[in-house]
Every structure is written in structure tokens, then in C-alpha cells.
Nanobody
């Protein structure tokens, strides 16, 4: 079992920055692929960014490319999402997710249904 706790959300004006953190506990985090998802009011949860187990591969949604950076520190069991030049469309609840640990490959996992563990979410509100 992996427990995930997000932090770092808040209210910011357009053009501002936030850094989200995801603290993982329980099973070996370094063996899990990780992702950040956003859910806006009345909408489905969508992938924002994903990172492989070792951190050497990343994937970003087109809408956040070159503005957001996903990273992880396996030694600290931490994941991060640096969000720069925030826009009102970035508003929503951000969730950290992780897969069960697996061996082999440097895959990024894109589909929310393939993630096994989810945090409780942290709210980000960007005003214009």
C-alpha cells in the first residue's frame, strides 16, 4: 500500500507560480510510476504530467508543456509539480497518483485507470 499526500495548492493570479508536492509513504515509491492529474469543476480528471520510476522520462499535456515541470526525489519519497505562468484554465483540484511498484522499463503511465494509489488532492485557483 502507498499513501500519497499532496500539498502546495492555493490561490494565485495569472502569470504566477506554485509548486505542488506529493509525499509518499508505505511501499517502495521508487518502483512506482507517478503522475499529476487535474479535475476542474464538472469535468473529468485529466492527466497533467507523468514521470517514470527513475525520473528519466516525462510526459506533459499539451496545455502545460513548457510551463509545468514534473520531478521526483526517490530518496525522499517525494514527487513535485512546478507550475509557472499559471492560467485561469489551470484551476482545479490536483491529484498525485502512483502505480504499484513494477520492474523493468522506463514507462510513463498516461491513463488514470492504470494508477493504483491516489492522494486526497490539493486545490489550485488561478484568477485572471
Amino acid at each position: 500500500q502507498v499513501q500519497l499526500v499532496e500539498s502546495g495548492g492555493g490561490m494565485v493570479q495569472a502569470g504566477g507560480s506554485l509548486r505542488l508536492s506529493c509525499a509518499a509513504s508505505g511501499r517502495t515509491f521508487s518502483g512506482s510510476a507517478m503522475g499529476w492529474f487535474r479535475q476542474a469543476p464538472g469535468e473529468e480528471r485529466v492527466l497533467v504530467a507523468a514521470i517514470s520510476r527513475s525520473g528519466d522520462r516525462t510526459h506533459y499535456a499539451d496545455s502545460v508543456e513548457e510551463r509545468f515541470t514534473i520531478s521526483r526525489d526517490n530518496a525522499k519519497n517525494m514527487g513535485y509539480l512546478q507550475m509557472n505562468n499559471l492560467k485561469p484554465d489551470d484551476t482545479g483540484v490536483y491529484y498525485c497518483a502512483a502505480t504499484v511498484p513494477f520492474e523493468g522499463g522506463a514507462a510513463v503511465v498516461l491513463r488514470p485507470g492504470l494508477y493504483d494509489y491516489w492522494g486526497q488532492g490539493t486545490r489550485v485557483t488561478v484568477s485572471s
